[in-house]
């Protein structure tokens, strides 16, 4: 039989345990569904450029049209006429949900799967460990990230020797902070926390497997692949659900071509149909308009969805990028209850409780808690009160529970759902989905809030510090900006891949766009009413990157500051620079994974910049694979 796939140079061997017998049949089997995914993005592209030259806003479906690549008709789908999943009992109360990867970058074994022990320690219901927005992929280290995954949930002696020494620690912590420990009995809680899995986007290609002529081959597919198969028996053994997060979905079609994806996963496994349960991140706009036809599309495999913040602010702003009326404020004035924030997270939770053909409604999981309960007295009292009231919130509205991006923060903003004490909200009554032109007009509402110049340098600078990050295996990174260095009383916030797009994007809008300023500037000498300029850009540009060369290496490693800051720097500058807007800055980030020659970069930058702009061409393959 014909090879459909071909392998990087070494990994097969080095990661055996991964790439297993079964494993590697299972990518083979999945590998004709490359196509499918390939057609879907091709036709995403086709939307985004028919949307900007034609002045196209997304529109609702036609009722009466079928989800594409199924037989639901779309009126059925808002009208819940189809099959839905059960809730299975481990994911009844999800009240917590911690986000992390399961390895860190050049760790040994030992090292990463600190990460995986202080997850299912931390007293969270559930644990998404990342493969995507937060995992760092330089070298191997999504391969990493499922061995040392296989390693815990069998429990490995290498892993409960560290789980062992690091429920220690965190009870140390844990005394400072409570006054009490938080563990009782490390081994037993070590089973208290769901697992769950976040694979890479449709929009991506692996770094280590290819088709067989050359051609990227889907992250989705190898992530998938390489976590079901290596761990459903032993989720299996223990009565645990096969739980996956799917992430920047856009359209029910493209949920239809997860839905394929995962029955023919567990068709391959010999499982039961819906056996793989999973929540969609509605993290981009164009699902808002298609949120009970993508649970439809779905169907038996759907749990819940979770609203994610930074991603969908740059959906907005990404889809918008032709309407010069659409500008974004400071990127902090744009909360949950601000404008389009507040009109999505209200369809997200109608969505979830309009019950199927069984009576049966779905989860909304709320959106990151990003803070770290680190710095001085004044100034994690104040984030802690912010964090916990952001739960309240997203309580009374609906929530079932929320997420949270670091384990300390876990028994800060748990409380707020035990103290009401139930499982989930499911069923809850809010009024059914509309559909009306209204309703369109609002996903895009821009409400009074400052733009300023303060706003720009926060974006600059957390922007560059994410591509730094990103270059040296961070992609989940406490980042602040550079003014506030030193300054304990302002936190550092969990940031992922997320910061870097949406960043990028607000400045790429207020130049294009000719924002105007809300406030004067003393600093900059800019006023009230000036247009965001080029040459103010580059100002504070130079300025930013200055500051972060300056830093001390618990900022901005030493090492990086002849390196990859640079690289950093000059991705923000051409991606803002550019005319045609880029879709997405990790795929300026990727091509550049692993290069520190700033001329080679500048090389790689240019080339997917000019490939986009000529014919939509995404640069997305491993430009540094060998066989």
């Known amino acids: 039989m014909t090879r459909l796939l071909d392998y990087r140079t070494g990994v097969l061997d080095a990661y055996a345990d991964i790439y297993t017998p079964v494993a590697l049949k299972a990518l083979e089997a999945l590998a004709p569904l490359n196509r499918d995914r390939r057609e879907v993005m091709a036709a995403r592209t086709a939307r985004r450029l028919d949307r900007i030259r034609n002045r196209r806003r997304i ?15 779309v ?22 949900q911690g986000t992390g990867p399961a390895t860190k970058p050049h760790a040994s074994a030992k090292s990463g799967l600190r990460n995986v022990a202080y997850a299912l320690l931390s007293g969270a219901d559930g644990w998404m460990f990342d493969g995507e927005d937060a995992l760092g992929q330089v070298e191997t280290m999504s391969l990493d990230n499922q061995r040392n995954l296989k390693l815990a949930f069998a429990k490995d002696p290498l892993f409960l020797d560290v789980a062992e020494h690091v429920a220690h620690e965190m009870n140390l912590w844990a005394h400072g902070f409570f006054g009490r420990e938080i563990i009782a009995d490390w081994k037993a809680q070590l089973d208290f926390t769901t697992r769950i899995f976040r694979a890479r986007g449709l929009h991506l290609d692996d770094r280590h497997v290819r088709e067989a002529d050359g051609t990227g081959f889907s ?82 495999h759907f749990v819940g969805y979770n609203t994610g913040r930074w991603d969908y602010i740059n959906s907005v702003s990404d889809a918008l990028s032709w309407d010069a009326e659409f500008v974004n404020p400071n990127i902090d004035a744009i909360t949950m209850t601000y404008g389009y924030m507040r009109v999505y997270e209200d369809r997200v939770r109608r969505a979830v409780n309009t019950p199927d053909q069984n009576g049966q409604c779905a989860l909304w999981q709320g959106g990151m808690e990003p803070n770290i309960p680190v710095g001085s007295r004044e100034g994690v009292a104040a984030g802690m009160k912010r964090a916990v009231a952001g739960g309240e919130r997203e309580q009374r509205e609906g929530a079932s529970g929320k997420w949270v991006a670091h384990w300390k923060m876990v028994h800060i903003v748990r409380p707020v759902w035990e103290k009401v004490g139930e499982a989930n909200q499911l069923g809850r009554a809010f009024p059914r989905l509309t559909y009306t032109d209204k309703d369109a007009a609002n996903l895009a509402l821009l409400e009074p809030a400052p733009r300023t110049v303060r706003g720009a340098r926060d974006l600059l600078s957390v922007a560059l510090q994410y591509g730094n990050a990103f ?15 030193g300054n304990d009383d302002v936190l550092y916030l969990m940031e992922d891949m997320a910061t870097g797009e949406i960043r990028l994007s607000i400045l790429w809008e207020w130049l294009h766009k000719g924002a105007t300023l809300t406030d004067d500037d003393a600093e900059t000498g800019a006023k009230a009413g000036d247009v965001f300029t080029m040459e103010l850009f580059e100002r504070l540009l130079d300025e930013e990157f200055a500051k972060l060369r300056r830093a ?25 620079r ?29 080339l997917y910049l000019d490939a986009f702009a000529k014919d939509g061409t995404r640069i997305t393959e491993n430009l540094d694979f060998q066989r």
């Not at 479906?61 to 199924?70: K, Y």
């Not at 359209?251 to 023919?264: G, I, Y």
């Not at 618990?554 to 500058?573: G, W, Y």
């Not at 550019?578 to 240019?606: F, G, Y």
């Open 59 to 73: 529109a609702f479906l036609d009722p009466n049209t079928l989800i594409p690549r199924t037989s639901i008709r």
């Open 75 to 96: 009126k059925d789908a808002r009208e819940g006429n189809f099959d839905g999943s059960e809730i299975p009992p481990d994911l009844q109360r999800q009240w917590i």
């Open 219 to 300: 992250a989705s597919i190898v992530d998938l692949v390489l976590y079901v198969v290596n761990n459903y028996l032993q989720l299996r053994s223990e009565g645990r659900s096969i739980v996956l997060y799917l992430p920047k979905i856009q359209t029910a079609e493209e949920a239809a071509v997860w839905n394929t994806m995962l029955s023919t996963m567990e068709k391959h496994l010999g499982l039961a149909l819906g056996t793989i349960k999973c929540y969609v991140l509605i993290e981009q706009i164009e699902e808002c308009f298609q949120l009970m036809e993508i649970r439809a599309a779905l169907g038996l």
């Open 471 to 485: 270059a040296q295996g961070f992609q989940a990174a406490a980042l602040k900006p550079a003014d506030f260095f």
């Open 552 to 576: 001390g290496d618990r900022d901005v490693h030493d090492d990086s500051k002849e390196t990859t800051l640079p690289i950093a720097c000059e991705i923000v500058e051409h991606y803002i």
């Open 578 to 606: 550019s005319a045609t807007k880029p879709p997405w800055d990790i795929d300026l980030l990727n091509i550049n994974l692993n290069v520190q020659d700033l001329a080679s970069a500048r090389e790689r930058i240019a």
